[in-house]
């Protein structure tokens, strides 16, 4: 009997921000389920089932192949694999910067509640405390 079970590999995000490349809950993924995702400059390799998602995920650039040690794995047009030199910057260096919420000032209405910024500086109109 033919052993039905996908190939093992190894895969990280493609992706360029935080957001999760890939989830899947299977028998064939060691443990019975994988969670794919860059978290800031970390982008370990993660160990996978070739199942259709993940061939899925890898057509999209969702998630790119690999080696063990991270390296991006190419397939040369004769469909040999060849291993490409590891990334030297970071994919989140090149991203354009995202822009973070102003917490503590809200330009927005907050319906009659005034929401004042966290700081420990008095602003102006405010009065000092004595």
Request: hydrophobic share 30%.
């Amino acid at each position: 009997m033919a052993d039905d079970k996908p190939e093992l590999i190894w895969v990280k995000s493609g992706r360029d921000d935080d957001q999760v490349a890939a989830w899947e809950k299977d028998p064939a993924h060691p443990g019975g389920e994988v969670f794919v995702a860059r978290a800031g400059e970390k982008n370990d390799p993660v160990r996978v089932a070739r199942t259709p998602f993940i061939e899925d995920k890898l057509r999209s650039k969702d998630l790119v192949e690999t080696t063990k040690s991270g390296s991006v794995r190419r397939v040369a047009a004769d469909e040999e694999e060849e291993e490409a030199p590891a990334e030297t910057a970071p994919a989140a260096a090149t991203a354009e910067p995202r822009e973070e919420p102003n917490v503590g000032s809200r330009s927005e209405p907050t319906g009659g509640v005034v929401v004042p910024p966290l700081t420990s500086e008095p602003q102006r109109g405010q009065p000092r405390g004595r």
